[in-house]
């Protein structure tokens, strides 16, 4: 990712935080909607965002509360670089749609940033960048939504300081459904709902189900994905959260979802399922969200492996 230019654009495709059984290690991208940031070189050192425009428009301009501004910064601040940058948003995720927009942003600006800057930027330092802006929206440093944004797929990360990231396959007949009601959940309530205890006989039982799941995508097994895709712990808790999601669950079920639950801080909600049910499971979710007086935009996408990418020139 070296860069000679003055100027470039990137897109970040929205994730699937969690993906259910893995609370703040597990994401995966959704390549029907993403965030894009321009990114332009200034003499002055710092950064300032000149625009934020598309789905979402009252955003914070100050960089440090920005999560793409704090993205960049965080960039330009530890690699000591003499000049800042310029950004110009552009959110095409819906804002507290449990759908990794704040996430999509900050890795936006990094890797438009770094095709600016002179010098050869991983992946992984880029996702330290990133992850410092993130948790200006969320309060905290997680990177379930960085991580398969940036790096594209299924992605497990393990560790914060020392992030290792590992992209999981997943079974080419696979798709995921998208349901989003029209609601905002912020990610600092949904985090706040949430006990610091958990029994031990939970912890195994999703210990079990994080194992059997990557097991699952690794050897094409969709019996031990549908054994497997079930959360114990971050789902009965938040689910009080989205008015019909139990009966939301089982209509993705009944129409033969592998398995269906909150997508990152919610109130999205996401199923995984065969290629053939996913229009009869998509229009079961959205049909049950209605019953509960919420309309929804809802999206069918593959889980692809590009993530954030340069789009211009």
């Known amino acids: 990712m070296t860069g000679t230019r003055t100027s470039a654009t990137a897109f970040a495709p929205a994730s699937v935080g969690n993906v259910a059984v893995g609370f703040d290690i597990l994401g995966h991208t959704v390549a029907a909607l993403g965030d894009r940031v321009t990114v332009t070189r200034r003499a002055e050192p710092g950064v300032s965002i000149r625009s934020i425009t598309g789905v979402v428009l009252d955003l914070p301009l100050a960089a440090e509360k920005n999560t793409a501004g704090m993205a960049a910064l965080a960039l330009q601040r530890e690699l000591g670089l003499p000049f800042g940058f310029d950004l110009d948003v552009v959110k095409g995720i819906p804002l507290g749609s449990g759908l990794g927009g704040s996430a999509a942003s900050a890795v936006a600006a990094v890797v ?109 097994d969709l019996p031990l994905i549908r054994e497997s895709l079930l959360d114990v712990i971050i789902e009965p808790q938040r689910q009080v959260l989205i008015p019909g999601f139990a009966a939301v669950k089982q209509a993705a079920l009944d129409a033969g979802a592998l398995g269906c639950s909150i997508s990152g ?47 211009d020139g």
């Open 112 to 220: 438009a940033a770094a095709a600016v800057v002179d010098q050869p930027l991983g992946r992984t330092q880029l996702l330290k960048f990133a992850m410092q802006g993130e948790a200006v929206a969320s309060g905290s440093v997680h990177v379930d939504n960085i991580a398969p944004s940036l790096f594209g797929g299924l992605v497990l990360t393990v560790g914060v300081d020392n992030p290792h990231v590992k992209q999981i396959p997943v079974p080419e007949s696979v798709r995921c459904v998208l349901v989003h009601p029209h609601m905002v959940l912020a990610t600092r309530e949904a985090r706040a709902i949430l006990g610091k205890t958990i029994t031990l006989s939970d912890s195994i039982w999703q210990q079990a189900n994080l194992a059997g799941f990557l097991a699952g995508c690794f050897t094409s």
């Open 265 to 311: 801080a919610g109130p999205t909600v996401f199923a995984w399922t065969e290629a053939p049910d996913a229009d009869k499971v998509r229009d079961g979710m959205v049909a049950a969200f209605r019953g509960h007086g919420l309309e929804c935009d809802s999206w069918v996408s593959a889980i692809d492996r590009q993530g954030a990418r340069v789009v």
